[in-house]
């Protein structure tokens, strides 16, 4: 509990006075986050709110800490918030890693309950186990210092701060106090399960690398202190950077490309990056081989002319020594945005914003052909399988988040990252039309690539034909058409 106030005064967790939502699973660090913290609200003056949410994995198990984190909040007298989801049938829905899904279910909870408590802390058991375990793992799959910093004590996420208390105490210390002062606590059965990569780092990787260094997690944790504090320090001298260097323009960004060859190499990297982040829509991280091409392509002096869609609607482009970064998607700065519904009457559609066409019609397949256009789409014409699609069809532009699931893949894909794929202008791809079916299926991108869903195989009798007028260069299509849709 010392430890714990300690941390607090050091790293500003909390006021006096402060609603702190507790999340809490039931599991050994969590029951004795909401312990020490119980212990502490009244001379801090602290009020508490436990969170618990069942994801509904284990079933049984799950169901059995609910009720214990029921229990032990009526003992303690703080109120409790729990939530049940099924994220197993969520996730037999959508194509999602679970960890990730799970977490921002549970995040999106948090956040529910802090707003209905009017808190400004959601208070997490993270500890420093989970920080070495942390930076190993996005060691492993490569990151910067960013990256390598870990965990923060103490992190702003909405319109409140979470909070780690715990986050430089050993799991051996969490679980003596627990012994110490009697603290019961359930045992999660997936915590043995090797298929998360997460156990298999704690399990098998971290205890092989202590035969060679037993001090590997504390290793790892000052490597997370360490690169903290030299990742903030190098943020604050992009932020110098771009101030001094670079110049808000109407849609962008632009600087000289001899004043950023001037720079180190890290900080040109630091500020290219800076300024994508502020002018970029997507939420995924921009790929240090994205950032290195403009960053050599500005620095060599032997090229004047240079230009690259960076995604997020972003595209970069060198006139002679200046650089410029450019927010162009759709007239003034604005996204290009439509919405058309295809009833199975219709056999033609104009997309008034963009003036292009999509024409519908059903067919018979021919003899023998029943497999010839299971692959086709990916240009202005494609094929499915009647029956297997369900109208009305919706005809809309791009929105973030949108997925497509795609031949060979398993899973989907983001529409975004398509785009990139297929080299498609930024400027173009608020353009394009996604053609979903009344399921809610991404059944086709004219250009880019059909789905994997309703595709024509042997039993196919029946086939719904698209026609999009944004690519004239239309091959021959293999089954009868009779320019009605009739499904």
Same mark, same amino acid.
């Given at each position: 509990m010392k430890r714990t106030k300690q941390a607090a005064l050091q790293e500003g967790l909390w006021n006096s006075g402060d609603?702190? $939502? $507790? %999340? /809490?699973?039931?599991?050994? =660090?969590? &029951? %004795? #986050? #909401? !312990?020490? #913290?119980h212990r502490l609200a009244e001379e801090e003056k602290l009020r508490l709110i436990a969170a618990h949410v069942n994801h509904g994995f284990r079933k049984e198990e799950s169901r059995a800490e %609910?009720?214990? $984190?029921?229990r032990l909040c009526r003992q303690l007298h703080i109120p409790c918030e729990i939530t049940e989801l099924d994220m197993p049938a969520e996730l037999a829905a959508v194509s999602e890693n679970p960890q990730l899904a799970s977490r921002r279910r549970r995040y999106a909870f948090l956040h529910k309950v802090a707003a209905a408590h009017g808190a400004s802390k959601i208070a997490l058991a993270h500890h420093a186990d989970d920080q070495a375990e942390t930076v190993l793992m996005r060691l492993l799959r490569g990151t910067g210092l960013g990256g390598l910093s870990g965990m923060a004590p103490i992190r702003r996420e909405k319109n409140v701060e #979470?909070?780690?208390?715990?986050? +430089? @105490?050993n799991k051996t210390d969490i679980m003596a106090y627990c012994q110490q002062t009697d603290i019961e606590y359930c045992e999660d059965s997936s915590n043995t399960q090797r298929y998360y990569l997460r156990n298999k780092l704690r399990l098998d990787v971290l205890p092989y690398l202590e035969t060679m260094n037993p001090g590997v997690r504390e290793s790892l944790v000052r490597l997370a202190e360490v690169s903290s504090a030299e990742h903030d320090y190098m943020q604050r001298q992009a932020e110098a950077a771009l101030q001094e260097h670079a110049v808000r323009t109407d849609g962008g960004w632009k600087l000289k490309c001899s004043n950023l060859a001037g720079l180190h190499v890290a900080l040109q990297r630091r500020l290219i990056?800076?300024?994508l982040n502020y002018l970029t829509m997507e939420t995924e991280t921009i790929s240090f081989e994205r950032i290195e091409e403009i960053r050599l392509s500005a620095v060599d002096e %032997? +090229? &004047?002319s240079w230009s690259l869609d960076t995604g997020g609607g972003v595209r970069c482009v060198r006139e002679y020594d200046t650089l410029r970064f450019i927010k162009d998607s759709g007239s003034r700065g604005m996204p290009m945005e439509f919405e058309y519904s295809v009833m199975p009457e219709h056999k033609r559609l104009l997309i008034a914003e963009t003036g292009?066409?999509?024409? *519908?019609g059903i067919g018979r397949t021919e003899p023998g052909k029943n497999d010839n !256009? &299971?692959?086709?789409?990916?240009?202005s014409e494609v094929y499915f399988d009647a029956e297997a699609v369900r109208f009305p069809l919706t005809v809309r532009s791009r929105r973030p988040g949108d997925r497509m699931s795609v031949f060979g893949l398993n899973g &989907?894909?983001? /529409?975004? =990252? @398509? *785009?990139v794929d297929s080299k498609i202008p930024t400027s173009r791809r608020d353009r394009v039309p996604l053609v979903w079916d009344a399921e809610g299926r991404l059944l086709w991108i004219p250009g880019v690539r059909r789905s994997s869903v309703a595709p024509i195989v042997a039993g196919t009798e029946r086939l719904l034909r698209i026609v999009w007028s944004g690519d004239t260069d239309n091959e021959e299509s293999g089954g009868r058409m009779d320019g009605s849709v009739d499904s």
């Open positions: 609603t702190i $939502v $507790v %999340a /809490v699973s039931g599991g050994p =660090d969590s &029951t %004795a #986050l #909401l !312990h020490v #913290l %609910a009720d214990f $984190v029921k #979470l909070i780690r208390p715990f986050l +430089r @105490m990056k800076l300024i %032997a +090229r &004047t292009e066409e999509l024409l *519908f !256009h &299971t692959y086709g789409g990916n240009g &989907t894909k983001k /529409v975004q =990252d @398509m *785009f």
